[in-house]
């Protein structure tokens, strides 16, 4: 029995989107590309910006206990601190710096508010 008539269930097995079904089940809106876009960069840079702090970590030649001076009384801790820190520990003394002021302003344009801008 043949009709020109589509059944309906029909046109719908065709047309049915489990996706938009259930984002119309919950009363969601589909999200533009564009933000799907954006959060898919961001998340990319956040993981690129993370393997490089892991290859990174990796490949650091950690100091062990052997290699540690054994002679501390022949300088004080002050003088040894300060000496380490801006001979072989300058770029992360730097890198924290950085990261310091940043966190330091972002904190002041935060408690200014937008009445003080």
Excluded: C
């Amino acid at each position: 029995m043949a009709t020109d008539k589509p059944d309906i269930w029909d046109s719908f097995v065709h047309e049915f989107n489990p996706r938009r079904f259930l984002i119309r089940l919950a009363h969601m809106e589909i999200p533009p590309l564009e933000v799907i876009g954006r959060a898919f960069a961001r998340a990319a840079i956040v993981g690129l910006f993370l393997a490089v702090v892991l290859v990174s970590l990796y490949g650091t030649s950690w100091t062990t206990v052997d290699q540690l001076p054994q002679n501390l009384e022949d300088q004080s801790n002050i003088k040894a601190i300060g000496t380490l820190i801006f001979t072989e520990f300058v770029v992360p003394f730097e890198i924290l710096s950085i990261v310091l002021l940043s966190s330091l302003m972002g904190a002041i344009y935060m408690a200014k508010g937008e009445d003080n801008q």
